[in-house]
């Protein structure tokens, strides 16, 4: 097993970090607009997981996890998980290389359904199922992550196109792929403390400098340098179809959500008050973590599913 990465693998990711430096910063997460996710669509970064015959690069999870990782660290207001990672190897050509895909697969609250052009659907009857946004009926919800504008799906009034479609692989490039965004959240929650912790000044001193800072700080850091070898494993196991996928997943989502909260609130604290507060462009990113650790299972859930795998 190989968790290192080529230099065009990493070229690929600093080229997608550059994007989003420039079209995806905290404004345009608060207000989304869709420059960053057209951008995307026209290097190629939506379409890695999609076969050469539709259109895509036809590689395979080990180039996009380090894309989703910066898509997480920029908190990328659009699906790109459902899109890129769930979507894009089992749906064929899309009707515009820059469509965004929504899914139910993540559980019941849809994020981007209303934005999206079509909705992957689990349809107990007829497996996967791809609709037209306008063949679904949604009723808005109202979560802590307000930029994600998820949905509750009331009816479905067309019936779509039904996929040739393994639906539990599906769930796990989902759930390994909400794992990595999680990882570049708490990275760029870290950075952002760090950099705080720098100026903030207390008795005259930065509090940067304070040993329970330094040890808040040391801890998150480890958390996710503990995760994060986890989401590259995962992507290696589906890129090879391990026979041991499914527990590698698991491992990777719940630990990537456990790591990201845990620097969320270290993060917080570190900030103090002004961390809970909308305005602090911590918020932007401690909200997106709270709403994706619970997306796509729960750590408590795959750790269940880890100890199934194991037999104990």
């Known amino acids: ?3 290192s990465f080529d230099d065009d693998q990493l070229a690929f ?3 997608v970090r550059e994007l989003l430096a420039k079209e995806c910063p905290p404004t345009a997460v608060r207000q989304p607009t869709s420059a960053a996710w057209t951008a995307l669509a026209e290097m190629g970064a939506l379409g890695v997981l999609a076969p050469e015959a539709d259109g895509g690069m036809g590689l395979d999870e080990r180039w996009l ?74 009723e808005p919800v109202h979560t802590v992550d307000a930029p994600r504008q998820a949905s509750r799906i009331m009816a479905v009034r067309d019936e779509g196109r039904v996929l040739d479609a393994d639906a539990e692989l599906a769930f796990e490039r989902g759930a390994w792929g909400t794992a990595a965004y999680l990882v570049g959240l708490g990275q760029r ?14 008795f005259g001193v930065p509090i940067g400098s304070f040993q329970a800072i330094k040890h808040h700080l040391a801890n998150a850091a480890g958390q996710l340098a503990f995760a994060r070898p986890l989401v590259y494993q995962a ?27 845990f620097v ?27 709403a994706l650790a619970r997306s796509w299972g729960g750590a408590p859930w795959h750790r269940d599913r880890i100890g199934h795998a194991l037999g104990v």
Request: aromatic share 6%.
């Open 13 to 15: 990711r600093d080229a």
């Open 235 to 261: 992507a290696w196991a589906l890129a090879v179809d391990d026979p041991d996928r499914s527990r590698h997943v698991s491992s990777a989502k719940a630990f990537a959500s456990d790591a990201a909260e």
């Open 189 to 202: 929650m870290l950075d952002m403390t760090v950099d705080y912790v720098k100026e903030r000044e207390q």
């Open 1 to 3: 097993m190989n968790l």
């Open 65 to 138: 996890v380090l894309v989703l990782e910066e898509a997480g660290y920029a908190a990328l207001p659009q699906p790109i998980v459902e899109t890129a990672a769930v979507a894009a190897p089992i749906v064929g050509a899309l009707s515009t290389p820059h469509a965004m895909i929504a899914t139910d697969l993540g559980g019941p609250i849809v994020p981007w359904a209303d934005s999206a052009d079509e909705l992957l659907l689990s349809d107990p009857d007829r497996g996967l199922v791809l609709v037209p946004r306008a063949g679904v009926e949604l």
């Open 264 to 290: 969320g609130g270290r993060a917080l604290q570190c900030h103090g008050g002004i961390g809970y507060t909308t305005e602090a462009d911590l918020h932007l990113f401690l909200t997106r973590t709270w």
